[in-house]
Nanobody
Framework: EVQVVESGGGVVRTGESLRLSCSAS????????VGWFRQAPGKEREGISC????????YFQNSVKDRFTMSTDSAKNTVYLQMNNLKPEDTAVYYC??????????WGQGTQVTVSS
């Protein structure tokens, strides 16, 4: 089983950047796809990006693909979400999840990102 922990959230202003970290313990991320999700107040959780740590292929939702990037550090067993040019509509709790099949099996507790205008 994989334990997933997110960190790096905070309060920033419009146009600023944040880097979220997703660290795993119990198993290597190399065997999993890792996704980032977010849930804004009053809205459903949405998937925004994912990466296959095996081959590095990634996917980004249209609303973030020109501003967010993902990277991995295998030595630290950590996946990063670099978020640039943040907007108020990016305000949400951000979750990291890992999975090896059709669904994500292991979820973190979330980290709050707040973007002020």
């Amino acid at each position: 089983e994989v334990q997933v922990v997110e960190s790096g959230g905070g309060v920033v202003r419009t146009g600023e950047s944040l880097r979220l970290s997703c660290s795993a313990s119990g198993s290597s991320f190399d065997d999993y796809a890792v996704g980032w999700f977010r849930q804004a107040p009053g809205k459903e959780r949405e998937g925004i990006s994912c990466i296959s740590t095996g081959d590095g292929s990634s996917y980004f939702q249209n609303s973030v693909k020109d501003r967010f990037t993902m990277s991995t550090d295998s030595a630290k067993n950590t996946v990063y979400l670099q978020m640039n040019n943040l907007k108020p509509e990016d305000t949400a709790v951000y979750y990291c999840a890992a999975g090896s099949g059709a669904e994500y099996d292991f979820w973190g507790q979330g980290t709050q990102v707040t973007v002020s205008s």
